[in-house]
Protein backbone atom coordinates (compact mmCIF):
# COMPACT_ATOMS: atom_id res chain seq x y z
CA UNK A 1 0.00 0.00 0.00
CA UNK A 2 1.10 3.49 -0.86
CA UNK A 3 2.07 5.89 1.97
CA UNK A 4 -1.16 7.83 1.82
CA UNK A 5 -3.57 5.19 1.65
CA UNK A 6 -4.76 5.36 5.12
CA UNK A 7 -3.95 9.18 6.41
CA UNK A 8 -6.37 11.10 8.06
CA UNK A 9 -6.88 14.87 7.35
CA UNK A 10 -7.93 15.58 10.63
CA UNK A 11 -5.27 14.07 12.41
CA UNK A 12 -2.74 15.23 9.75
CA UNK A 13 -4.32 18.95 11.01
CA UNK A 14 -4.56 18.34 14.63
CA UNK A 15 -1.00 16.98 13.83
CA UNK A 16 1.12 19.72 12.64
CA UNK A 17 -1.05 22.20 14.08
CA UNK A 18 0.54 21.09 17.46
CA UNK A 19 3.54 19.61 16.89
CA UNK A 20 4.36 20.78 13.60
CA UNK A 21 4.64 16.99 11.37
CA UNK A 22 2.69 14.56 10.70
CA UNK A 23 3.72 10.40 9.96
CA UNK A 24 1.35 8.76 7.59
CA UNK A 25 0.46 5.67 9.47
CA UNK A 26 1.22 3.15 6.40
CA UNK A 27 4.61 2.46 4.45
CA UNK A 28 5.37 3.52 0.94
CA UNK A 29 6.19 -0.21 -0.51
CA UNK A 30 9.09 -2.00 -0.59
CA UNK A 31 9.65 -2.74 -3.62
CA UNK A 32 8.92 0.97 -5.17
CA UNK A 33 11.56 2.31 -2.40
CA UNK A 34 13.92 -0.19 -4.06
CA UNK A 35 13.88 1.16 -7.05
CA UNK A 36 14.24 4.46 -6.46
CA UNK A 37 17.41 3.50 -4.58
CA UNK A 38 18.78 1.72 -6.83
CA UNK A 39 17.81 4.90 -9.72
CA UNK A 40 19.65 6.90 -7.16
CA UNK A 41 22.79 5.22 -7.36
CA UNK A 42 22.96 5.01 -10.76
CA UNK A 43 22.47 8.12 -11.33
CA UNK A 44 24.61 9.85 -13.84
CA UNK A 45 25.24 13.62 -11.96
CA UNK A 46 24.38 16.87 -14.31
CA UNK A 47 23.93 20.26 -14.15
CA UNK A 48 20.83 19.59 -11.50
CA UNK A 49 22.38 17.46 -9.40
CA UNK A 50 24.54 19.17 -6.59
CA UNK A 51 26.92 17.59 -4.04
CA UNK A 52 27.72 19.42 -0.30
CA UNK A 53 29.64 18.08 2.77
CA UNK A 54 32.70 16.97 1.30
CA UNK A 55 30.77 15.28 -1.60
CA UNK A 56 28.77 13.02 1.16
CA UNK A 57 25.17 14.65 0.31
CA UNK A 58 24.20 14.05 -3.12
CA UNK A 59 21.45 16.14 -4.20
CA UNK A 60 19.38 15.02 -7.59
CA UNK A 61 16.69 18.30 -7.95
CA UNK A 62 13.55 18.17 -10.42
CA UNK A 63 13.71 13.98 -9.35
CA UNK A 64 9.95 13.58 -10.52
CA UNK A 65 11.05 14.02 -14.21
CA UNK A 66 13.55 11.31 -13.61
CA UNK A 67 11.43 7.88 -13.25
CA UNK A 68 8.28 6.91 -13.36
CA UNK A 69 8.22 6.04 -9.90
CA UNK A 70 9.21 9.33 -8.59
CA UNK A 71 6.58 11.27 -10.62
CA UNK A 72 3.93 9.04 -8.94
CA UNK A 73 5.23 9.61 -5.77
CA UNK A 74 5.36 13.39 -6.46
CA UNK A 75 1.90 12.87 -7.85
CA UNK A 76 0.39 10.86 -4.50
CA UNK A 77 1.91 13.93 -2.63
CA UNK A 78 0.06 16.42 -4.76
CA UNK A 79 -3.25 14.43 -4.39
CA UNK A 80 -3.30 14.12 -0.28
CA UNK A 81 -2.17 18.09 0.15
CA UNK A 82 -5.35 18.87 -2.14
CA UNK A 83 -7.10 17.27 0.24
CA UNK A 84 -5.84 18.77 3.39
CA UNK A 85 -5.48 22.35 2.27
CA UNK A 86 -8.37 22.72 -0.64
CA UNK A 87 -4.69 23.03 -3.48
CA UNK A 88 -1.57 22.09 -3.70
CA UNK A 89 0.98 24.27 -5.92
CA UNK A 90 4.27 22.17 -6.01
CA UNK A 91 7.55 23.39 -6.64
CA UNK A 92 9.81 20.45 -7.44
CA UNK A 93 10.76 17.06 -5.72
CA UNK A 94 14.46 16.41 -4.46
CA UNK A 95 15.79 13.25 -4.57
CA UNK A 96 18.84 13.54 -1.62
CA UNK A 97 21.31 10.76 -0.42
CA UNK A 98 23.56 11.35 2.55
CA UNK A 99 26.68 9.48 3.62
CA UNK A 100 28.88 9.36 6.55
CA UNK A 101 30.99 12.58 6.86
CA UNK A 102 34.65 12.54 6.01
CA UNK A 103 36.86 11.91 8.91
CA UNK A 104 37.70 15.21 10.23
CA UNK A 105 35.13 16.83 8.49
CA UNK A 106 33.27 18.80 12.00
CA UNK A 107 32.60 22.23 10.39
CA UNK A 108 29.98 19.90 8.24
CA UNK A 109 28.37 18.95 11.38
CA UNK A 110 27.58 22.30 12.38
CA UNK A 111 25.39 25.15 11.78
CA UNK A 112 22.28 22.25 10.25
CA UNK A 113 19.40 23.97 12.58
CA UNK A 114 17.33 26.61 10.39
CA UNK A 115 13.62 27.66 9.70
CA UNK A 116 13.01 27.24 5.69
CA UNK A 117 10.79 30.38 6.32
CA UNK A 118 8.73 32.04 8.90
CA UNK A 119 5.58 31.39 7.56
CA UNK A 120 4.11 27.94 7.37
CA UNK A 121 5.26 26.18 4.69
CA UNK A 122 4.64 22.35 3.85
CA UNK A 123 6.62 19.19 2.92
CA UNK A 124 6.58 15.42 2.46
CA UNK A 125 9.53 13.38 3.08
CA UNK A 126 9.79 9.55 1.90
CA UNK A 127 12.13 8.01 4.05
CA UNK A 128 13.13 5.16 1.44
CA UNK A 129 15.63 3.45 3.91
CA UNK A 130 14.26 4.51 6.72
CA UNK A 131 16.73 6.84 8.59
CA UNK A 132 18.49 5.62 12.60
CA UNK A 133 19.54 7.64 15.23
CA UNK A 134 23.59 7.80 12.66
CA UNK A 135 22.59 7.76 9.49
CA UNK A 136 21.66 11.07 9.53
CA UNK A 137 17.48 11.42 10.84
CA UNK A 138 15.49 14.40 9.62
CA UNK A 139 15.05 16.17 13.45
CA UNK A 140 13.13 18.83 14.67
CA UNK A 141 11.52 20.73 17.23
CA UNK A 142 7.98 19.90 18.11
CA UNK A 143 6.20 23.37 18.61
CA UNK A 144 8.21 25.80 17.16
CA UNK A 145 6.26 25.98 13.97
CA UNK A 146 3.16 27.83 16.08
CA UNK A 147 2.94 31.32 15.27
CA UNK A 148 3.58 32.57 19.18
CA UNK A 149 6.92 30.69 19.06
CA UNK A 150 8.18 31.67 16.16
CA UNK A 151 6.74 35.80 16.89
CA UNK A 152 8.00 35.62 20.25
CA UNK A 153 11.70 34.60 19.26
CA UNK A 154 11.25 37.16 16.34
CA UNK A 155 11.38 40.02 18.99
CA UNK A 156 14.30 38.18 20.67
CA UNK A 157 16.32 38.35 17.46
CA UNK A 158 17.04 35.03 17.66
CA UNK A 159 15.66 34.57 13.92
CA UNK A 160 17.77 37.71 12.65
CA UNK A 161 16.98 41.70 13.24
CA UNK A 162 14.71 43.57 11.08
CA UNK A 163 17.52 44.66 8.53
CA UNK A 164 18.36 40.76 7.98
CA UNK A 165 14.65 40.81 6.22
CA UNK A 166 15.76 43.42 3.37
CA UNK A 167 15.85 41.93 0.07
CA UNK A 168 19.53 40.37 -0.42
CA UNK A 169 19.95 39.92 3.10
CA UNK A 170 21.10 36.23 4.72
CA UNK A 171 18.32 35.38 6.78
CA UNK A 172 19.53 34.26 10.36
CA UNK A 173 16.64 31.61 10.55
CA UNK A 174 18.16 30.09 7.81
CA UNK A 175 20.89 29.65 10.23
CA UNK A 176 20.88 29.17 13.69
CA UNK A 177 23.29 29.32 16.48
CA UNK A 178 23.96 25.71 17.48
CA UNK A 179 24.32 26.53 20.86
CA UNK A 180 21.32 28.62 21.03
CA UNK A 181 19.40 25.64 19.78
CA UNK A 182 20.88 23.42 22.14
CA UNK A 183 19.23 25.19 24.87
CA UNK A 184 15.76 25.14 23.79
CA UNK A 185 16.22 21.72 23.20
CA UNK A 186 17.59 20.75 26.97
CA UNK A 187 14.41 23.17 27.77
CA UNK A 188 10.67 23.06 26.34
CA UNK A 189 11.72 21.61 23.11
CA UNK A 190 13.29 18.20 23.34
CA UNK A 191 14.46 17.29 19.48
CA UNK A 192 12.47 14.39 17.90
CA UNK A 193 15.21 12.75 15.34
CA UNK A 194 12.45 10.68 12.90
CA UNK A 195 13.88 7.76 13.32
CA UNK A 196 11.71 4.94 11.25
CA UNK A 197 11.71 2.29 8.88
CA UNK A 198 12.07 1.84 5.48
CA UNK A 199 8.89 3.75 3.40
CA UNK A 200 8.01 5.74 6.11
CA UNK A 201 6.88 9.27 4.68
CA UNK A 202 5.86 12.12 7.20
CA UNK A 203 4.14 15.82 6.54
CA UNK A 204 6.46 18.89 7.74
CA UNK A 205 5.46 22.59 8.59
CA UNK A 206 9.54 23.71 7.48
CA UNK A 207 8.72 26.83 9.44
CA UNK A 208 9.69 24.34 12.86
CA UNK A 209 13.61 24.81 13.84
CA UNK A 210 14.84 21.78 11.42
CA UNK A 211 17.84 19.86 10.70
CA UNK A 212 19.18 17.03 8.74
CA UNK A 213 21.42 15.09 11.37
CA UNK A 214 24.87 14.66 10.41
CA UNK A 215 25.39 11.08 8.64
CA UNK A 216 27.41 9.42 10.46
CA UNK A 217 27.20 5.51 9.55
CA UNK A 218 25.43 3.80 7.11
CA UNK A 219 23.42 5.67 4.59
CA UNK A 220 19.74 7.61 4.04
CA UNK A 221 17.71 8.14 1.11
CA UNK A 222 15.06 10.36 0.96
CA UNK A 223 12.61 12.02 -1.38
CA UNK A 224 11.24 15.50 -0.53
CA UNK A 225 8.61 17.13 -1.86
CA UNK A 226 8.40 20.57 -1.73
CA UNK A 227 5.34 22.71 -2.39
CA UNK A 228 5.09 26.70 -1.71
O1 LIG B 1 16.92 16.10 4.68
C1 LIG B 1 16.53 16.42 5.80
O2 LIG B 1 16.43 15.61 6.74
C2 LIG B 1 16.12 17.84 6.09
C3 LIG B 1 16.60 18.81 5.06
C4 LIG B 1 15.89 20.13 5.20
O3 LIG B 1 16.21 20.92 6.03
C5 LIG B 1 14.75 20.40 4.34
O4 LIG B 1 14.47 19.63 3.41
O5 LIG B 1 14.08 21.41 4.58
FE1 LIG C 1 14.92 22.70 5.87
Not at 17 to 22: L, T
Not at 152 to 176: I, S
Request: charged share 20%; net charge neutral; hydrophobic share 40%.
Amino acid sequence: MSFSAQASIPDARDALRAQGFYQFPTLHEADICQTITAFMDGHQADARTHFYYGQTEMRIWEAHERHPALGQFFEECHAFLGRLEGKADPVTLLAIRNRPLLAGDEASALGRWHLDSLRRQLKIFLFLNGATELSGPLELLPGTQRPSFKYGHLATGAFGMPWDFAPGRARRYARLDDMWVERLTAGQHPTTPVVCPPGTAILVDTSAIHRARPCVEGSRYALTAYYR
